[in-house]
């Protein structure tokens, strides 16, 4: 199943209407869909690197649209929705872990979770459902998810293609490395002030 929505996408980056597929994809990533849009942003740029900064932009808003959604779901309709998407992707041990994570970190987790490749539809909807502060969680979404694809539009658009075809290969290392380097700094600014 996954392989084939991974070839959709693929194939969606090269049609004349890409934007708003992208702008689809990223906002239903972050509520319900199992596909990050990173994988339709990488081709999307190396194909028109002068639009780089554009799609990630498109990439970030939508997200942030979508995240609201994950949250509504998650405070509003978490038995009707919210547990079938979690139950479907065999998340609910994650989201044990995850509710943990808001308990230690609060609105922090969410900056990480931008980065995170654990499911970012995971945090927005357990966001919801421990009531996180509205405005805090959209913020914090928008930082995170918005380094994060300028991250792999900047990325592309430096190294072209055999940057885009390494990232597509490596995205779970950098994206745990990126949340390894949140993490250490948010423990050494807990440390030192």
């Known amino acids: 199943m996954f392989g084939k929505l991974y070839e959709a996408v ?3 980056a090269a049609h004349k209407q890409a934007v708003w597929y992208l702008g689809l994809l990223s906002f239903m990533e972050a509520s ?4 990050p849009p990173d994988v ?34 998650g405070m509003f309709l978490y038995e009707e929705l919210a547990k079938p998407i979690v139950q479907l992707y065999h998340l609910e041990a ?19 979770a ?3 490749p654990i499911p970012y539809k995971l945090f927005t909807i ?10 805090p969680f959209l913020v914090a979404s928008f930082i995170g998810r918005g380094a994060r694809f300028f991250l792999v539009a900047g990325l592309v658009y430096l190294g072209g293609e055999k940057m885009a075809h390494g990232l597509q ?25």
């Open 32 to 35: 319900f869909f199992p596909v």
């Open 94 to 112: 994650r989201l044990e872990t995850v509710k943990n994570l808001f308990a230690d970190y609060g609105v922090w987790i969410i900056f990480v």
């Open 40 to 73: 339709m942003l990488a081709p999307m740029v190396l194909a028109n690197r002068r639009k780089a900064w554009r799609y990630a932009l498109v990439t970030t808003l939508a997200s942030i649209a979508g995240a609201a959604l994950g949250y509504v779901i």
């Open 10 to 12: 693929l194939r969606w």
């Open 169 to 193: 290969r490596r995205i779970e290392y950098i994206g745990w490395g990126s949340v390894a380097l949140v993490v250490f700094g948010i423990a050494g600014y807990q440390i030192w002030r």
């Open 114 to 116: 931008g980065f995170s």
């Open 126 to 135: 357990t966001a919801g459902l421990v009531n996180m502060a509205f405005i």
